[in-house]
């Protein structure tokens, strides 16, 4: 009481204080955004050529597309919508430079197209042709409701939606119809894309391959790298990224966890006494005999009350199972992550394979049932009239199924052919089709409905007759329990204060306490799966943000623990430093430099004595083309074909740097192509290749072209 009386005395002083606080806290915000003029940044999630991007807009989209895609994550929604709307605005840009525009009738006449709209039945006339005015009346109906009835509204709305989608759609291709028209390939274009398929030589070669020289006489600085890198920076050019180590700790249970469900199980499999009252006891797995009420009490894994074959069992135990007389139980055991205790119910005799028959009439409501088909009550009396005529004749039968049914047995005779009881389930056979055949004698006829109608099912043959087992399973998951997740938590904690001890190496703290550091490089601003944790958009958010560097630690909640991660590298957006490169250029200036002691090697003239000096043989190639240009026993090698192709029948080249090594070329035969009166077909299918590739293209200029500024990342 004499704390609260003072809090009153000083009220309007702590009121004060609060208030500072909030506005300090506000003010603080104000500044990490840019200042009060920032405040743009703050509506806008990007921008495209100063045309920024609505941030509540594209929240509202990304959270739309989420609800229609239940299996994307925030990232690829955010994506996705990032995408359509940098494609939207460049494309806005265009259409208004060029003075693009769709009316209404264009609009209208691209809706009546649609198979969308022109095969929805609740446009369609009796006969099933789509009738524009049922549409007209539909649209009209859900506007002028819209007002006073919510479903109509949110009608209304969807089909507005439509529209625009619509108009988007037709102003786009429009848009990219016209760039189409000024594509195309000329008769000359046409002429040369005939002769690279069709004119062909033969050649005879030498190959000196880049391996007979060893890699290891053969040194690449690091100067000449930066060259090479310096002189091809377009192909080297790399985005901002981030590399990391990090050691998983799983929140997995423990021995004593798994002996814990052991003994629960255990426990369960005898009768026991009711603490609650000492008079009962209660009846245990073993001798219950109710086993799927037993297990839906008491079991994650759920009775199935189907016959099993051996075969069909968990490897590791049938042999127990098998052996087990009818009542008695094996177990508890470990599988996977749960401990099971198998109990066998029944043994039988039954045959793997089952040749049937069947006549069905489908009722309304029976899956796959057509149009016209007949109620449950009419369908089972014509059925009940057919059984007596069909039950002991079975020409009789054969010409009923081959009259009635509608199913892939219709023409013979009512036949399904052979079913396999180990392969079929209830997802793939109907299990009251399926309990008949199995479980009754070669010969047996007798109605069943099932799922598909009523039938009249005959056994024409039955094979393969083993023994069968139907078994319950009584199985409790294995989890970690408090104490093991605190023991993780722990452990974690410990590992990350030794991490980062000054003087200390991730690397080696994680092998000390036998850890595996996992490396992961190149982890890129807009990712968010980790190779081995999943998805963790937070810890590349960290890797990204201003105050993160190269050497932090850091540890992050997984699903099932905890990973402790470190930023072992940082590259700016950017060419490739040497030592990103690499991997890339060195094989690339090693072979440059092994043509060039090839060349210094060999200064034969003639490919006989080529193939001498260099202790090979002379191999022919023939029927090359330029559009195919792989050399028999060589591979692809399309500079050294080009070369070829340069050459006369009978002429020989000088030493060719390949892909795989040096080549000597001799050409024995030129093949011409016959000429043809046009090329007006070779020039259409180029113009065709060309054109498919237009939209893509064009896009990727303006997107080239264009001045975005991307703020994703701040967000998300």
Do not use: C
Request: charged letters at 25%; zero cysteines; aromatic letters at 8%.
């Amino acid at each position: 009481m004499a704390i609260l009386g003072k809090i009153r005395s000083k009220g309007i002083f702590l009121i004060l204080i609060i208030g500072l606080a909030l506005l300090a806290f506000v003010f603080t915000g104000i500044l990490d955004q840019g200042g009060m003029g920032a405040g743009n940044n703050l509506s806008s999630i990007g921008s495209v050529n100063g045309e920024k991007i609505d941030l509540d807009d594209f929240r509202t989209q990304v959270e739309n597309l989420r609800r229609g895609r239940q299996n994307s994550s925030t990232t690829q929604a955010v994506n996705s919508v990032w995408d359509r709307e940098v494609r939207k605005t460049l494309l806005e840009e265009q259409y208004e430079a060029l003075g693009i525009s769709i009316e209404k009738d264009q609009i209208w006449s691209a809706i009546v197209s649609n198979p969308q709209i022109t095969s929805n039945p609740q446009w369609l006339n009796e006969d099933g042709v789509f009738e524009e005015l049922k549409l007209k009346e539909y649209i009209a109906r859900i506007q002028a409701t819209s007002g006073t009835d919510p479903l109509a509204a949110q009608q209304y709305q969807a089909w507005i939606n439509f529209e625009q989608s619509t108009a988007e759609v037709a102003r786009e291709q429009l848009y990219f119809n016209l760039i189409k028209a000024g594509v195309g390939a000329t008769l000359s274009e046409g002429e040369f894309a005939y002769r690279m398929e069709n004119d062909k030589l033969d050649m005879q070669y030498v190959q000196v391959p880049f391996t007979s020289i060893a890699d290891s006489t053969v040194t690449v600085t690091k100067s000449e790298i930066q060259a090479y890198v310096d002189g091809h920076e377009s192909a080297f050019k790399v985005e901002e990224s981030r590399d990391i180590q990090y050691v998983l700790f799983d929140e997995n249970p423990s021995k004593a966890d798994e002996d814990a469900v052991k003994a629960k199980v255990s426990e369960m499999i005898e009768n026991r006494l009711d603490t609650r009252v000492s008079a009962d006891s209660i009846v245990g797995f073993r001798n219950t005999t109710n086993n799927e009420e037993f297990l839906a009490e008491n079991s994650d894994i759920q009775f199935n009350d189907k016959f099993l074959f051996k075969t069909q069992m968990i490897t590791e135990v049938a042999d127990d199972v098998t052996k087990l007389a009818v009542g008695d139980v094996f177990g508890p055991y470990v599988f996977e992550n749960s401990v099971i205790a198998t109990k066998m119910v029944a043994k039988q005799q039954i045959a793997d394979s089952v040749q049937s028959s069947h006549i069905i009439v489908p009722f309304i409501g029976a899956q796959r049932a057509p149009a016209n088909a007949l109620t449950k009550e009419l369908a089972r009396q014509k059925i009940d009239s057919i059984f007596p005529l069909v039950r002991r004749n079975k020409a009789k039968f054969t010409e009923v199924a081959d009259s009635i049914n509608a199913d892939g047995s219709k023409g013979k005779g009512g036949d399904i052919s052979w079913t396999t009881y180990s392969t079929i389930n209830d997802n793939t056979f109907d299990r009251d089709f399926s309990d008949f055949i199995f479980f009754n004698d070669k010969g047996d006829i007798k109605v069943v409905e099932t799922k598909f109608g009523i039938h009249i099912i005959r056994i024409d043959d039955q094979k393969a007759f083993k023994e069968a087992y139907k078994i319950a399973n009584l199985g409790l998951a294995v989890e970690a329990s408090e104490e093991t997740v605190s023991n993780v938590f722990n452990t974690t904690t410990k590992f990350e204060i030794a991490a980062k001890k000054e003087g200390a190496s991730f690397l080696e703290t994680a092998k000390e306490n036998n850890y595996t550091a996992r490396p992961v490089n190149k982890i890129s601003e807009f990712d968010e799966n980790i190779p081995g944790i999943g998805n963790q958009r937070g810890l590349v958010q960290w890797l990204f943000e201003e105050d993160t560097e190269v050497g932090d630690i850091r540890r992050f909640d997984l699903t099932n623990g905890y990973a402790v991660a470190q930023v072992t590298g940082a590259t700016s957006e950017g060419v490739s430093s040497v030592e990103d490169a690499s991997a890339k250029v060195l094989p690339i200036l090693r072979k440059q430099k092994k043509a060039e002691l090839i060349r210094a090697k060999y200064a034969q003239t003639d490919i006989s004595e080529l193939a001498k000096a260099a202790s090979t043989s002379v191999r022919t190639a023939n029927a090359i083309s330029m559009q195919s240009p792989t050399i028999s026993g060589a591979g692809a090698e399309p500079k050294v074909v080009g070369y070829a192709f340069g050459l006369g029948e009978g002429e020989s080249s000088s030493l060719i740097e390949g892909e795989k090594g040096m080549y000597m070329v001799k050409v024995t035969k030129v093949t011409e192509a016959p000429k043809l009166d046009n090329y007006s077909a070779n020039a259409n299918r180029l113009t065709t290749q060309q054109r498919n590739v237009v939209n893509l293209q064009v896009f990727n200029a303006l997107k080239d072209a264009a001045e975005i500024e991307d703020n994703r990342a701040t967000f998300y």
